[in-house]
Nanobody, 115 residues
Framework: QVQLVESGGGLVQPGGSLRLSCVASESIFRMRIMGWYRQSPGKQRELVARIFDDGSLIYADSVKGRYAISRNTAKNTLYLQMDRLKPEDTAVYYC?????????WGQGTQVTVSS
């Protein structure tokens, strides 16, 4: 049973930056796919960014050029660097992985972009 624990959310002004972290309870070396999703009130959860074990990346159009996903296998940690934040980026952000055919989710971390 993999556990994912996110941190790094908070309140930030428009144009600011935050870095989210997601620490896994076991080695992420075997996790071929890891990603970040977000969900705003009244909306469906949506993919923000995904990283594959071969290093390839996928980003939602709405965050391209502003967000960067990365991972550190030595620290079993997934990151999401978020720059030039906008009010519409406000959401709960979730860490996700697919391992041995099962989906695993973190508990989420709130990101609020407001002046």
């Amino acid at each position: 049973q993999v556990q994912l624990v996110e941190s790094g959310g908070g309140l930030v002004q428009p144009g600011g930056s935050l870095r989210l972290s997601c620490v896994a309870s076991e080695s992420i070396f075997r996790m071929r796919i890891m990603g970040w999703y977000r969900q705003s009130p009244g909306k469906q959860r949506e993919l923000v960014a995904r990283i594959f074990d071969d290093g390839s990346l996928i980003y939602a159009d709405s965050v391209k050029g502003r967000y960067a996903i990365s991972r550190n296998t030595a620290k079993n940690t997934l990151y999401l660097q978020m720059d030039r934040l906008k009010p519409e980026d406000t959401a709960v952000y979730y860490c996700h992985t697919l391992l041995d055919g099962r989906d695993y989710w973190g508990q989420g971390t709130q990101v609020t972009v407001s002046s």
